[in-house]
Every structure is written in C-alpha cells, then in structure tokens.
C-alpha cells in the first residue's frame, strides 16, 4: 500500500512540473538562464531558408486573407478584413486583387507600367514603373504612400529586408497554420514587433505573418494569412494585360478614392 502511494505521489508530482513547464511557457515567463537553448540563431537560419527560397522561386502565385486593426478616438480596437490572390513572375510582373467589405482593387505590372484599378468606382489610374517588382514595390511605397507589407516577403532580397532592423530575434516553436505544420518565428525592431509561421520541410512557404505597431496605444496588428502557394503554374498568356472595363474612367493616381481597406472617413489613431 505504502508502495502504491509513492508511486501515486512521483506521477503526480512529474504531472504538475509538466504543467508547471506548460503555464511558464504559455504565459511568457523566462525560464531560469542555462535552462534552455539560445534561439536567436535558430530563428534567424529558418528566416533565411525561407528567403532563400522564396527568392529562388521564379513564379509564385497564392491567394491570402488579411486583417488590419485600428484605434478609434474612442480607444476601441476595430478589425477590417480582406481577400485576395497574387501572382508575381520574376524579374518584372506581378498582379494581386484584394476584395474586401469597403473596396475591390487590382494592381498590375507588366515591367513597364502599373494599373490601379478600383473595380468599385469603375475607374482606374496608370503610372510608369519601368524596371523589377522589387523598384515596382519601392516605388508604389514610396512615391505613391501605398501600404503594402505583405510585399516584403517577395523581395529578392527578402533577408536582408526583414533583418535590417532588427534587435531581437526569437525561435518559439511549432504552430500550425491552416492544417500545415510550421515553425513559429518572433522579432522585434525599435517601433514593431512581428511574427512569421514558416512551414517545416523542403519547402519552407511563409504561412503567417503578424506585424504589431508598438509606436501606437493599443498596439494594433496587421495580419497575413497566406494560402494555395504555388511554383509551378505558368501564367497566362494575357495575366498582366491591363483592359479597361466599358465606361471605365481613366484619373491621376491620387484622384482614385474608395480604393482602401477602410470605409472612407474613418477616424484613427496612428497610421495602418
């Protein structure tokens, strides 16, 4: 009997170090130094295999769910959401459709020039962009303002991009992401942190990407689900042909309106 409740009393006290482990690690608390492996190395290898590879991809095509989180005057965390697909053929063409409750827009870049296309307000704008996608990107941030964060992970020098910045790198661990097994990245950089699900095995695809901006009370997020990655579909003959809709209105870029992932008017803290 005796015997029965010693070993009763190891399993149990085995048990609760077990849960113990599970809260610490679920909660965020450190765990004491020497008591695990550093992980800023590891975080750092999977991010460039992941670049690597990416880059090393001459076409990619995928379809992806964002969501964007704003702080109102009133302190409330509102989140809008939207769909889309890409398709990006290196060196020079890429196209994306976002649909979301507020707009429906195209963007399409044969190398030599770029169409903004808001399918909601029939109208469209055109620009030159002679050059790569990785100039075409530059310069729609740029010049143009546009928010394109997602872009980042189709960089050729995708690595070197997300690093520039950064002063805290984390491995965390395994996660899934829509049924696909991936390793779970974390970094931090003087005004956001961020977060990047890479699937595990030969092909390490870019499943998730979480982007927080600290500089903002509330801390609002910016969320990346990517989806039905492919390399090996050959594009259309006519994928980045622009043909205007009939009664479609040809405006300035900056006349275009309606076009964003957030109602018109709406009243926020800080900048998406």
């Known amino acids: 009997?005796?015997?029965?409740?010693?070993?009763?009393?190891?399993?149990?006290?085995?048990?609760?170090?077990?849960?113990?482990?599970?809260?610490?690690t679920t909660l965020g608390i450190s765990l004491p130094a020497g008591a695990a492996p550093a992980t800023k190395d590891e975080a750092l290898k999977i991010l460039k295999a992941m670049s690597d590879y990416v880059a090393g991809q001459k076409t990619i095509a995928a379809t992806f769910d964002a969501d964007i989180e704003v702080i109102t005057p009133e302190v409330e965390?509102?989140?809008?959401n939207n769909s889309g697909k890409m398709l990006l053929v290196r060196p020079d063409k890429f196209r994306a459709t976002r649909v979301g409750g507020y707009a429906d827009v195209e963007l399409i870049a044969d190398g030599q020039t770029v169409t903004v296309h808001g399918k909601n307000i029939n109208s469209y704008?055109?620009?030159?962009a002679p050059g790569t996608t990785d100039q075409m990107f530059d310069k729609l941030r740029g010049d143009l303002?546009?928010?394109?964060?997602?872009?980042?992970?189709?960089?050729?020098?995708?690595?070197?991009?997300l690093t520039k910045d950064v002063i805290d790198a984390k491995y965390i661990?395994?996660?899934?992401?829509?049924?696909?097994?991936?390793?779970?990245?974390?970094?931090?950089n003087e005004d956001t942190d961020w977060q990047l699900w890479v699937q595990t095995g030969p092909q390490p695809i870019p499943r998730k990407l979480v982007i927080t901006t600290k500089t903002v009370a509330g801390a609002p997020q910016y969320t990346l689900v990517i989806r039905d990655w492919q390399t090996d579909q050959p594009p259309a003959p006519d994928a980045f042909v622009f043909k205007a809709p009939d009664g479609a209105k040809q405006v300035n870029v900056e006349e275009l309106s309606d076009i964003d992932e957030l109602p018109a008017g709406t009243a926020i803290k800080g900048d998406k």
């Open 145 to 161: 303002g546009m928010q394109m964060p997602g872009t980042d992970l189709l960089l050729s020098n995708v690595f070197d991009v």
């Open 125 to 128: 704008a055109q620009i030159k």
């Open 173 to 188: 661990g395994a996660g899934v992401i829509g049924g696909v097994e991936c390793e779970h990245l974390a970094f931090r």
């Open 77 to 80: 965390k509102i989140q809008f």
């Open 1 to 24: 009997m005796e015997e029965t409740k010693m070993v009763y009393m190891k399993v149990a006290c085995r048990a609760a170090s077990v849960l113990i482990l599970v809260l610490l």
